[in-house]
């Protein structure tokens, strides 16, 4: 260990005027918004030409997870884990006749994901696999 001060470490007032110096020249000359200022038009424009901007509501939901079995148009359904990687498979006709024609394929492909879990850590907020829908 060497015996130096602590001041060694820091710059001298000739280096911390320089970094103010370097600092002041890239600042940029139009300043934020603060707190309790209104935004932008454009800022508000932008959020209404968003494909999202009616609630995300464009009919299939997120990739068709929030139709009905009997609504789906694909004859095989898959839904993978992001978790462990995992990808489950089933034809519509056999998820209709395993949970009706009535169910959420977002339920059904989460229980096809939670009857074969493997990662189990016995914390049920930790539990399960974590879906990702494809239809």
Not at 79 to 99: F, H, S
Request: with cysteine; aromatic share 6%; glycine share 10%.
């Amino acid at each position: 260990m060497t015996d130096h001060p602590a001041s060694w470490r820091m710059p001298t007032p000739k280096q911390i005027d320089k970094m103010a110096a370097a600092v002041a020249r890239k600042a940029s000359p139009a300043p934020g918004l603060a707190p309790d200022d209104d935004l932008p038009p454009e800022y508000w424009q932008a959020l209404l030409d968003d494909a999202g901007a009616d609630g995300g509501h464009s009919g299939l939901g997120a990739s068709g997870r929030l139709l009905r079995l009997s609504e789906i148009p694909q004859h095989l359904l898959r839904v993978g884990c992001r978790r462990c990687g995992r990808t489950v498979e089933i034809q519509k006709v056999d998820a209709a006749r395993l949970y009706g024609p009535d169910a959420i394929w977002r339920d059904v492909g989460q229980r096809l994901l939670d009857n074969t879990c493997t990662n189990r850590t016995g914390r049920h907020e930790e539990d399960g696999c974590w879906p990702s829908y494809e239809t």
